[in-house]
């Protein structure tokens, strides 16, 4: 195809086409999907010049290796990786020019969980119910509804030169780490638990192996159901960033892969924080700090803010 | 209407997600309220609204803070829920008729279930293919529906060990629920059948093509040679 841009030569673990999501379907049990690390994948569109709905690349643990087949504009973002252009070492965070002939090697993640990569113009995939999100699980969206495969061709979409930044500064970079701080909001259901679930509030909680693009499994100390309270409820329409809490007390932080949930709901991590989920890792710390609704506002009305001075930043002619 | 139903419990899922509650309970009629309510919102609301998922009994407004006032959208909920009751969404919506195969090749578990049930298979068709059932709402996976009416005579526990893979369209029973696969997927129901037809596609508009939450469903009874006949043109309209 005449747009054919990359060539996957090695895919890495799983490796996937997202944007910011696929909203207006859940009543018919077709989940969200979209970025993990949603600040990452606008930052990463930014930087190449993309709107913030464009489609991305998110690799998973392990970097990809590319052939570049056309001229392009590619950025990179998320978990910090070695990134190698030909002979040249990139920094992550960051945003360069490529031209055909090219091999882009991004390494095994140091720090994070998920690599996301811009190319100017955008993945140029079918938009699937408004979306170009891949949902494996119901094989669709992204290229053949599928994670990318050694061979296959990535098409991107039309892109002008430009003109702006090529490196987001350090402020706008958000840290990682093994401890994770992540702001929720009490409920929907808190008073299904002892103390109105002030024992997810207490003790810190390790990030389980069963932690995929569906939810994360955390362990630690046991959360108390109310006595009066049934450990599981009539299924309900879920958000990611909801926290459930099944009979054995672990709770589960749902993320963009699943329409609904039949237990109770402790707590729910604020939107902003959403992205921070996105890169940790088996073995890594949580702790949750309640927050109130308006606060959570506030926080969202920040990072729009937020977005837009970065966006100014990067735009500036260089 | 013969049910009492209160004001919903509203409350915040962090800063983008208002859940609607209307009671704990598994009910015809308070899940067509439900959607009802929700119907209505969706038709005064739009701006700032990113999405409105219904369940059996609660809705899930996801929103732009940024664009929508939590205060004013609570308002509007509760006046969405005050206006009479008697509207058309209390009227019989459609029957969906699914063609399913009982046969032994598509239906590993129907003699189990019999035999648990004190049945034959034929009366496990007969009872299975002649009950109307609700679909109560849509989730699980893509175009899954969850179904309520499944006859007393036909409750099954699951299998002790779910299995890896069930084939698209696959038809079983778990305790009390009945329900179909529209994906390839793991699972622990009791398989007694299996329907040619693809009950998602992602190509379609909408992508479940012949149910939504709020319609009756019926299966009827097909031949191993009907069933072919019906895949094959599933695989030809492509």
Same mark, same amino acid.
């Given at each position: 195809?005449?747009?054919?841009?990359?060539?996957?030569?090695?895919?890495?673990?799983?490796?996937?086409?997202?944007?910011?999501?696929?909203?207006?379907?859940?009543?018919?049990?077709?989940?969200?999907?979209?970025?993990?690390?949603?600040?990452?994948?606008?930052?990463?569109?930014?930087?190449?010049?993309?709107?913030?709905?464009?489609?991305?690349?998110?690799?998973?643990?392990?970097?990809?290796?590319?052939?570049?087949?056309?001229?392009?504009?590619?950025?990179?973002? #998320?978990? =910090?990786? !070695?990134?190698?252009?030909?002979?040249?070492?990139?920094? %992550?965070?960051? *945003?360069?020019?490529? $031209? &055909?002939?090219?091999?882009?090697?991004?390494?095994?993640?140091?720090?994070?969980?998920?690599?996301?990569?811009?190319?100017g113009g955008g993945f140029e995939v079918p938009l699937i119910m408004g979306s170009r999100s891949t949902c494996t699980q119901a094989a669709l969206g992204g290229l053949k509804?599928?994670?990318?495969?050694?061979?296959?061709f990535l098409p991107a979409g039309h892109a002008e030169k430009f003109p702006g930044q090529n490196a987001v500064r350090g402020e706008f970079i958000p840290e990682m780490g093994?401890?994770?701080?992540?702001?929720?909001?009490?409920?929907?259901?808190?008073?299904?638990?002892?103390?109105?679930?002030?024992?997810?509030?207490?003790?810190?909680?390790?990030?389980?192996?069963?932690?995929?693009?569906? #939810?994360? =499994?955390? !362990?630690?100390?046991?959360?108390?159901?109310?006595?009066? %309270?049934?450990? *599981?409820?009539?299924? $309900? &329409?879920?958000?990611?960033?909801?926290?459930?809490?099944?009979?054995?007390?672990?709770?589960?932080?749902?993320?963009?892969?699943?329409?609904?949930?039949?237990?109770?709901?402790?707590?729910?991590?604020?939107?902003?924080?959403?992205?921070?989920?996105?890169?940790?890792?088996?073995?890594?710390?949580?702790?949750?700090?309640?927050?109130?609704?308006?606060?959570?506002?506030?926080?969202?009305?920040?990072?729009?803010?937020?977005?837009?001075?970065?966006?100014?930043?990067?735009?500036?002619?260089? | 209407?013969?049910?009492?139903?209160?004001?919903?419990?509203?409350?915040?899922?962090?800063?983008?997600?208002?859940?609607?509650?209307?009671?704990?309970?598994?009910?015809?009629?308070?899940?067509?309220?439900?959607?009802?309510?929700?119907?209505?919102?969706?038709?005064?609301?739009?701006?700032?609204?990113?999405?409105?998922?219904?369940?059996?009994?609660?809705?899930?407004?996801?929103?732009?803070?940024?664009?929508?006032?939590?205060?004013?959208?609570?308002?509007?909920?509760?006046?969405?829920?005050?206006?009479?009751?008697?509207?058309?969404?209390?009227?019989?919506?459609?029957?969906?008729?699914?063609?399913?195969?009982?046969?032994?090749?598509?239906?590993?578990?129907?003699?189990?279930?019999?035999?648990?049930?004190?049945?034959?298979?034929?009366?496990?068709?007969?009872?299975?293919?002649?009950?109307?059932?609700?679909?109560?709402?849509?989730?699980?996976?893509?175009?899954?529906?969850?179904?309520?009416?499944?006859?007393?005579?036909?409750?099954?526990?699951?299998?002790?060990?779910?299995?890896?893979?069930?084939?698209?369209?696959?038809?079983?029973?778990?305790?009390?629920?009945?329900?179909?696969?529209?994906?390839?997927?793991?699972?622990?129901?009791?398989?007694?059948?299996?329907?040619?037809?693809?009950?998602?596609?992602?190509?379609?508009?909408?992508?479940?093509?012949?149910?939504?939450?709020?319609?009756?469903?019926?299966?009827?009874?097909?031949?191993?040679?009907?069933?072919?006949?019906?895949?094959?043109?599933?695989?030809?309209?492509?």
């Amino acid at each position: 195809m005449a747009n054919d841009t990359f060539l996957v030569i090695d895919p890495g673990a799983f490796t996937t086409i997202q944007d910011l999501g696929r909203f207006g379907y859940q009543t018919l049990g077709v989940p969200i999907s979209g970025a993990m690390d949603t600040y990452s994948a606008r930052a990463a569109n930014m930087l190449a010049g993309n709107r913030p709905t464009s489609a991305v690349l998110e690799m998973t643990i392990q970097g990809c290796t590319l052939a570049v087949m056309r001229n392009a504009r590619v950025a990179l973002t #998320g978990a =910090r990786a !070695e990134i190698r252009h030909n002979s040249i070492q990139r920094p %992550s965070w960051s *945003a360069f020019e490529v $031209e &055909p002939g090219d091999l882009l090697r991004i390494s095994q993640v140091s720090l994070g969980c998920r690599i996301y990569m811009a190319v100017g113009g955008g993945f140029e995939v079918p938009l699937i119910m408004g979306s170009r999100s891949t949902c494996t699980q119901a094989a669709l969206g992204g290229l053949k509804g599928r994670a990318l495969q050694k061979g296959d061709f990535l098409p991107a979409g039309h892109a002008e030169k430009f003109p702006g930044q090529n490196a987001v500064r350090g402020e706008f970079i958000p840290e990682m780490g093994q401890d994770t701080k992540l702001h929720c909001v009490p409920g929907p259901q808190e008073h299904m638990f002892q103390d109105k679930g002030r024992d997810l509030f207490t003790y810190p909680f390790t990030v389980s192996q069963r932690a995929d693009r569906r #939810g994360i =499994r955390l !362990e630690g100390p046991q959360i108390q159901h109310s006595h009066q %309270s049934p450990g *599981a409820i009539v299924s $309900e &329409p879920i958000l990611p960033g909801n926290i459930q809490v099944p009979a054995d007390g672990q709770p589960i932080i749902l993320l963009r892969e699943q329409t609904t949930g039949g237990y109770p709901k402790i707590a729910t991590v604020v939107s902003t924080d959403l992205s921070k989920l996105g890169q940790v890792i088996p073995g890594d710390s949580i702790t949750f700090v309640s927050v109130t609704a308006q606060h959570a506002r506030d926080m969202n009305l920040e990072e729009q803010e937020r977005f837009k001075s970065l966006q100014n930043m990067l735009w500036q002619e260089t | 209407m013969s049910l009492k139903i209160n004001n919903p419990r509203i409350s915040h899922c962090a800063d983008w997600g208002l859940l609607v509650e209307f009671g704990e309970r598994i009910n015809p009629e308070l899940n067509a309220w439900t959607r009802l309510v929700a119907d209505r919102l969706r038709q005064c609301l739009t701006d700032g609204i990113l999405e409105v998922v219904t369940a059996y009994s609660s809705f899930l407004v996801i929103y732009d803070p940024a664009l929508l006032d939590t205060e004013a959208l609570r308002k509007t909920v509760f006046a969405c829920c005050s206006e009479k009751k008697e509207d058309k969404a209390f009227q019989l919506s459609s029957t969906a008729e699914i063609p399913v195969c009982y046969e032994a090749q598509y239906a590993p578990d129907i003699e189990d279930v019999a035999r648990f049930n004190n049945l034959t298979v034929e009366e496990v068709i007969d009872i299975h293919s002649g009950t109307e059932y609700l679909i109560y709402m849509l989730g699980f996976a893509p175009g899954f529906p969850y179904l309520g009416g499944l006859d007393q005579r036909l409750h099954t526990p699951r299998l002790d060990t779910p299995r890896k893979l069930l084939p698209a369209g696959a038809v079983g029973i778990a305790g009390s629920q009945t329900g179909i696969y529209p994906l390839a997927s793991p699972g622990g129901w009791r398989i007694i059948g299996r329907t040619p037809l693809q009950l998602f596609d992602a190509g379609k508009n909408p992508p479940v093509p012949y149910y939504a939450p709020g319609d009756k469903l019926k299966f009827k009874r097909i031949s191993c040679r009907e069933f072919q006949q019906m895949a094959g043109e599933q695989n030809h309209g492509k």
